[in-house]
């Protein structure tokens, strides 16, 4: 059986550094394998969070050789293994222990977005009809399974640390879903201009690049988002139209 | 003096899967305060992985479904050792259940006519699974918190709790820690939910996750409650076996019920050489007619892979055993052979299963359009549980509730697959509502400080003992010998070494140590969860030992048939005796009421 070193991020909120572990590795492992492997033979208290191991509940993001991936779903066939692989934590959150960050930032992000509102029902019984062509396209926003990868890699987020004034391409394909969803029926773009900062978005795609879901997130959800709110709000004849008829 | 802080609500919701959400959005509703407490991030627990869909009898697709053959299916499923009330509220309620998550943002898949759309799934008469393609569980987890963190509830991220608190006969609170700092909680509560889902991570092989080590169960057995039916646990037939590293990770029973089949090294389809008696008038005779039952055929019947989940995971595990398994002891289950049957299969298959393509395709450099998967059998489920009354979901400790996979009742020997979904939003909403309505009409307990004492010191006894034994080892060895002793096959003979290995892993457990700190220290963790590892092991392995046949989940190599002879049926019930000890005892299931009884008639 082949062996690797793994350089991983050791410390808490105030301080440090990283620590070279040498392990046995087989065919098949993912780096949180790996991690998990250093954890119960060497490291007890090695700090990771996870949970599915399926790359379906988003849990175990972390930088593998700098690039933001799921470490259940990164195999080691993949990555070079005759220099050390560094993993380290999420650098746009605060650091909590070792590879777990502080993403409650996050949680409350979300919350402050307004929620679905449906249209009354459309048929007697309370119950609504829509067609699947008119569903598609939202549906591959709510494929995310907040990873906050997008987040970790967005430099308004990572490098200018805006998170008072700026969502996140997370939020933005949150607010994309439920702004699309065929039977929402509240106004969010003025939030989208004024609180969440979708103008600080300048489109070089990094989210989509590591978004593990493949969700277009630039194209698919920001762009349309950003067009919406130019429509409404920058739109010359339509600000004219609304000094002689102010809407609602 | 141990150092804490204090929470208080009326009701205290533990777990915050759909079940716990589901509780908590209804008791909020109530006009009650509620806390939710989470062991892992919010929106991360066990529903994500759910993949094929919520089994509720909406007609949509077929329009003879109803709730009559909603609970029809789902009692011959469970060999009729189910709560009959329990089922028929199930199946009752469950459409409702379905409507009212649309109502706050879900988006199923549709029909033609612009209705939520319906597939099949092993065991259930017609199309009857809601989904939204194979991540049903994602959108139902992520509907109940987008839309419960707006009701004012409270919650508790990576938060474990480690006991509950008891005060004049009934529960008053609950004692946890907060991963990030290790800190103490105590929560007072008038009610409290558990929500805590599945006991799989005593086992080797399993689709769960780290969470799923049995706490609701053995909390509610160390408060008193009683666990019935504890020997019935779910092993899926199809989970990943090859590379070792993802063996367990589930494949969706979504697969088969789009056509997929199951075949042996000898390249047949060994499903239909044994069909169950019960089975046998609704089981196709020939591939094609089951072929065109997983397109729709309402004449057809359903091929045999698509048989109950105990069965099927049998007859893998024969295959293998006798020698025509695959390479790496599983069998296959190919989708991609109805390419022979439709055009454009690559796209339909992407476009039915996704995060099964993306699954393989990343995990075991598999195309699933292309090539078969390998799978075998992995622990996914437990019948068993904490004992609920049927209509409120209280135990038998009073303001003690259960809702979701760590109640009981509902599945009886073998559950459907979808029927869990359905399950949590059906008795999580009871759960719920009934915690409300006791934390109204009792006042709050008094928790009393000197357990809070004797609970805090046993959690910190770990760090006294640095040089302890790792107790992810000992973890480990627990997973090995319930895979070897009390998995599928079982044996008076492999119960009875599990039961003195348990006590011998237990006492190994007292002796765990832990290294570093109190700061988000999984060995911690672990040395915490193996005390209700442990329990539940046990449990499973004496109430496993009760029943001397084998019925559904429950197969015993000594006792091969369906009934002991003149036992009639039974539940097994497991709960602490006077002197602390497990004991297991019989009690017989009441008579299922005539309208219901004429229902299963009806149906035949």
Known sequence: MATATFRIWRGDANEGNFVDYETEVSEGMVVLDVVHKIQAEQANDLAVRWNCKAGKCGSCSAEVNGNPKLMCMTRLNDIPLDAPVTIEPMHAFPPIKDLVTDVSWNFEVKKKIKPFKPRPPDAEDGTWRMAQEDIDRVQEFRKCIECY?????????????????????????????????????????????????????????????????????????????????????????????RIFRPQK | MVQYETHEYDVLVIGAGGAGL??????????????????????????VMAEGGVAAALANVDERDGWRVHFADTMRGGQYLNSWRMAELHAKEAPDR?????????????????????RNFGGHQYPRLAHVGDRTGLEMIRVLQDHGIHQGVDVHMECTVISLLKSDGRVVGAFGY?????????????????????????????????????DGH?????????????EFVQFHPTGMVWPPSVRGILVTEGVRGEGG????????????????????????DDPEEGWRYTQGDRDARRPPELLTRDHVARCIVREVQEGRGSPHGGVFLDISWISEKISGAEEHIRRKLPSM??????????????????????????????????????????????????????????????????????????????????????????????????????GLKPFDNAAGENPFQIQY??????????GIARSDEGLNNARGEIQKLTERSDQAGVVGNREYNPGWHTALDLHHMLTISEAIALAALERRASIGAHSRDDYPEKEEPGAGKYNTVVRKSGDGEMEVSREPIPEIREDLQAVIEEMG
């Open chain 1, 149 to 241: 990868l997008c987040q970790d890699v967005c430099h308004v987020l990572r490098e200018h640390d805006l998170h008072d004034k700026f969502i996140g391409p997370r939020f933005f394909v949150y607010a994309a879903a439920l702004e699309m969803h065929p039977l929402d029926t509240e106004n969010r773009l003025e939030d989208l201009k004024d609180t969440d900062g979708i103008g600080y978005c300048n489109i070089t795609k990094c989210c989509t690049k590591v978004c593990p879901e493949h969700i277009t997130i630039t194209d698919n959800a920001i762009i349309p988002l950003k067009e919406r709110v130019v429509d409404q709000f920058y739109d010359p004849i339509k600000k004219l139209f």
């Open chain 2, 477 to 486: 060895d627990l997973q090995d010998m319930m895979q070897d002793l009390v």
């Open chain 2, 218 to 230: 053995s909390l509610a057995y160390h408060a008193g409650a009683e666990l019935i039916d504890m």
């Open chain 2, 98 to 118: 379905v409507h009212e998550l649309e109502a706050w943002g879900a988006l199923f898949d549709r029909t033609q006519d612009g209705r939520i759309l319906q």
């Open chain 2, 261 to 284: 089949i199951l075949t042996n090294s000898e390249g047949q389809r060994f499903m239909f050489d044994h069909i169950p008696e019960l089975y046998e008038n609704q089981t196709s």
């Open chain 2, 178 to 214: 907060e991963r990030e700092k290790g800190r103490f909680k105590v929560f007072s509560a008038k009610a409290v939910v558990l929500a805590t889902g599945g006991v799989g991570k005593a086992y080797k092989i399993t689709s769960n996750s780290w969470e799923y080590t049995g």
């Open chain 2, 22 to 47: 589901r509780a908590a959005i209804e008791a909020s509703a109530a006009g009650v305060s509620v806390g939710l407490v989470c062991k892992s991030l919010l929106g991360k627990a066990h529903t």
């Open chain 2, 357 to 458: 393509y993306h699954q393989f395709m990343q995990l075991a450099d598999i195309d699933i359009t292309k090539e078969p998967m390998e799978v075998g059998p992995t622990t996914h489920y437990i019948m068993g549980g904490i004992r609920v009354d049927a209509d409120s979901q209280m135990t038998s400790v009073p303001g003690l509730f259960a809702g979701g996979e760590c109640g009981a009742g509902l599945h009886g020997a073998n559950r459907l697959g979808g029927n869990s979904l359905s399950d949590l939003l059906v008795f999580g909403k009871r759960a719920g509502e009934y915690a409300a309505q006791f934390a109204k009409e009792n006042g709050a307990g008094k928790v009393d400080e000197a357990e809070i004492e004797t609970v805090a010191s046993w």
